[in-house]
């Protein structure tokens, strides 16, 4: 632990839970769980950054073993900026890593969305893809073609700790742009946490696999039936959900934190957009025919099953392959690129129209017990990160992505999707110059979780965010729910 982290926890005060109440339930009422929370709220420099802190923790907790919440209008980087990375992994109260073979990190994700100004009401929590416009709500997807889910501006899972996700210079994510935002709105973001509590469970690879068996579920999160051949995925691991104990297994009661870093540098001229593509191998695509009056659509299912090999095969080297074709509206650059996978994975690639690799992205596992090395687990994703205009992709051309899984075994609820960055062409030496950095730290309470059967937790959020300066002035201050 750092000395800041351990400034953090060792200076902690007690505020009052109406305080915190107050600020929770701009996601959900909690006040029920609670009877105190700790907040300290400080700036200190450290290796010439500037700090700002807002730490929270709960002193009561609940009961369940998956969560899998929505937490809107989070603290996030204001104003017009660029991002340059997300990055993520659950800590407990003494800002430990968490291993995943004790709390598995299926996803979280972030969503960008424009809210009525003066409107404080939230989406309801069945809310589809998110995807719905109304009054006092929209939505800003991503630039990928999936017609429903995959809204995401970015998210990983398990593989958080060891996957790069920095945009590199002189490339940005550009969000907060005055001219995008409609009159009468603000920009907000919301973050999706699923995670699963695997301690003292009696199939840890099922658990975190959704198997519905080990779930005990018949319906899903919206109480309609599961078809005959779904075994597995995330309409069993839903919230509040729990995995099948061990007989006899006591769990520990204790609290867990989701950290998160946000990096990114103030907006200016010589920054070049890109937009973010997030393709699905399981997309299923219906091509446009105008003469017939179909329109193109993509029904991205998300998730899949990797059927065991055949039982003659006798070795371990069964391999299931899927494969996509599909196209982007635009072209560019390629700047970025990554794949996302559950364990089992053993790599995905994106191809051209030509059969040239534009990125190839292969899983790293873990050898270990500690966390970033958990045996058994995807750790790590391996990122493209192509030279300045090296790897291009033409407006309509014809991508295939194809994904493998070991299917030595049956696996349920897999992925294959695939992050690209895609810029314009990008001017001659243009690069980002940022001579001061700040970076501020914070906070805030966002959910309640519980983590341990027979115990509890409570899951907060830490929001840290480098502000790359361009000009030489004052650290920005943090906004606080």
């Given at each position: 632990?750092?000395?800041?982290?351990?400034?953090?926890?060792?200076?902690?005060?007690?505020?009052?839970?109406?305080?915190?109440?107050?600020?929770?339930?701009?996601?959900?009422?909690?006040?029920?769980?609670?009877?105190?929370?700790?907040?300290?709220?400080?700036?200190?420099?450290e290796?010439?950054?500037?700090?700002?802190?807002?730490?929270?923790?709960?002193?009561?907790?609940?009961?369940?073993?998956?969560?899998?919440?929505?937490?809107?209008?989070?603290?996030?980087?204001?104003?017009?900026?660029g991002?340059?990375?997300?990055?993520?992994?659950?800590?407990?109260?003494?800002?430990?890593?968490?291993?995943?073979?004790?709390?598995?990190?299926?996803h979280?994700?972030?969503?960008?969305?424009?809210?009525?100004?003066?409107?404080?009401?939230d989406?309801?929590?069945?809310?589809?893809?998110?995807?719905l416009?109304?009054?006092?709500?929209?939505?800003?997807?991503?630039?990928?073609?999936?017609?429903?889910?995959?809204?995401?501006?970015?998210?990983?899972?398990?593989?958080?700790?060891?996957?790069?996700?920095?945009?590199?210079d002189?490339?940005?994510?550009?969000?907060?742009?005055?001219e995008?935002?409609?009159?009468?709105?603000?920009?907000?973001?919301?973050?999706?946490?699923?995670?699963?509590?695997?301690?003292?469970?009696?199939?840890?690879?099922?658990?975190?696999?959704?198997?519905?068996?080990?779930?005990?579920?018949?319906?899903?999160?919206?109480?309609?039936?599961?078809?005959p051949?779904?075994?597995?995925?995330?309409?069993?691991?839903?919230d509040?959900?729990?995995?099948?104990?061990?007989?006899?297994?006591?769990?520990?009661?204790?609290?867990?934190?989701l950290?998160?870093?946000?990096?990114?540098?103030?907006?200016?001229?010589?920054?070049?957009?890109?937009?973010?593509?997030?393709?699905?191998?399981?997309?299923?695509?219906?091509?446009?025919?105008?003469?017939?009056?179909?329109?193109?659509?993509?029904?991205?299912?998300?998730?899949?099953?990797?059927?065991?090999?055949?039982?003659?095969?006798?070795?371990?080297?069964?391999?299931?392959?899927?494969?996509?074709?599909?196209?982007?509206?635009?072209?560019?650059d390629?700047?970025?690129?990554?794949?996302?996978?559950?364990?089992?994975?053993?790599?995905?690639?994106?191809?051209?129209?030509?059969?040239?690799v534009?990125?190839?992205?292969?899983?790293?596992?873990?050898?270990?017990?500690?966390?970033?090395?958990?045996?058994?687990?995807?750790?790590?994703?391996?990122?493209?990160?192509?030279l300045?205009?090296?790897?291009?992709?033409?407006?309509?051309?014809?991508?295939?992505?194809?994904?493998?899984?070991?299917n030595?075994?049956?696996?349920?609820?897999?992925?294959?999707?695939?992050?690209?960055?895609?810029?314009?062409?990008?001017?001659?030496?243009?690069?980002?110059?940022?001579?001061?950095?700040?970076?501020?730290?914070?906070?805030?309470?966002?959910?309640?979780?519980?983590?341990?059967?027979?115990?509890?937790?409570?899951?907060?959020?830490?929001?840290?965010?480098?502000?790359?300066?361009?000009?030489?002035e004052?650290?920005?201050?943090?906004?606080v729910?």
């Amino acid at each position: 632990m750092s000395s800041l982290d351990q400034y953090f926890w060792d200076n902690a005060i007690c505020a009052s839970p109406a305080k915190f109440r107050r600020i929770i339930t701009r996601s959900f009422s909690s006040g029920d769980y609670l009877n105190c929370i700790r907040i300290i709220q400080h700036r200190v420099r450290e290796n010439g950054l500037w700090f700002k802190v807002h730490v929270a923790f709960p002193g009561n907790s609940c009961f369940w073993s998956v969560s899998d919440k929505y937490f809107y209008n989070i603290d996030f980087p204001r104003g017009h900026i660029g991002l340059k990375s997300f990055d993520a992994e659950v800590i407990d109260e003494a800002g430990n890593s968490i291993p995943l073979h004790e709390t598995y990190l299926h996803h979280w994700l972030f969503v960008r969305y424009y809210q009525r100004k003066h409107n404080s009401s939230d989406v309801a929590k069945h809310h589809g893809d998110l995807g719905l416009h109304g009054h006092d709500f929209v939505v800003v997807k991503n630039s990928g073609v999936c017609d429903y889910g995959l809204i995401q501006y970015f998210g990983l899972g398990s593989e958080t700790r060891r996957t790069s996700t920095y945009v590199p210079d002189p490339y940005g994510i550009q969000i907060g742009n005055p001219e995008d935002i409609p009159s009468g709105f603000e920009e907000r973001w919301m973050l999706n946490v699923h995670a699963i509590d695997s301690r003292g469970v009696e199939d840890r690879m099922g658990c975190t696999e959704c198997r519905c068996d080990l779930y005990n579920v018949t319906v899903d999160d919206y109480d309609q039936p599961l078809p005959p051949d779904y075994n597995g995925g995330l309409r069993c691991c839903y919230d509040e959900t729990r995995c099948r104990m061990r007989q006899g297994f006591k769990g520990v009661t204790r609290s867990l934190y989701l950290k998160y870093t946000v990096k990114y540098v103030d907006w200016y001229t010589s920054i070049v957009p890109v937009k973010i593509y997030i393709l699905d191998v399981t997309d299923i695509w219906t091509t446009a025919d105008e003469s017939r009056g179909i329109k193109s659509r993509h029904r991205c299912q998300i998730e899949y099953e990797v059927p065991s090999c055949a039982v003659d095969a006798g070795n371990d080297y069964c391999t299931h392959t899927k494969s996509l074709r599909v196209s982007l509206p635009t072209g560019g650059d390629v700047v970025y690129g990554v794949a996302h996978q559950h364990a089992g994975g053993i790599g995905s690639a994106l191809y051209g129209e030509d059969g040239r690799v534009i990125c190839s992205s292969n899983p790293m596992y873990g050898e270990g017990n500690e966390p970033g090395n958990e045996a058994g687990y995807i750790v790590g994703m391996s990122t493209c990160y192509p030279l300045p205009g090296s790897v291009k992709i033409s407006s309509g051309e014809t991508l295939t992505l194809v994904s493998n899984y070991s299917n030595a075994r049956r696996h349920t609820g897999v992925m294959g999707l695939f992050y690209i960055l895609v810029a314009g062409s990008s001017p001659p030496n243009t690069v980002v110059h940022a001579p001061a950095e700040v970076h501020q730290t914070w906070m805030i309470p966002l959910s309640v979780w519980g983590v341990a059967l027979f115990g509890g937790a409570i899951i907060l959020v830490i929001i840290s965010a480098f502000r790359y300066r361009i000009r030489k002035e004052e650290g920005y201050e943090a906004i606080v729910m």
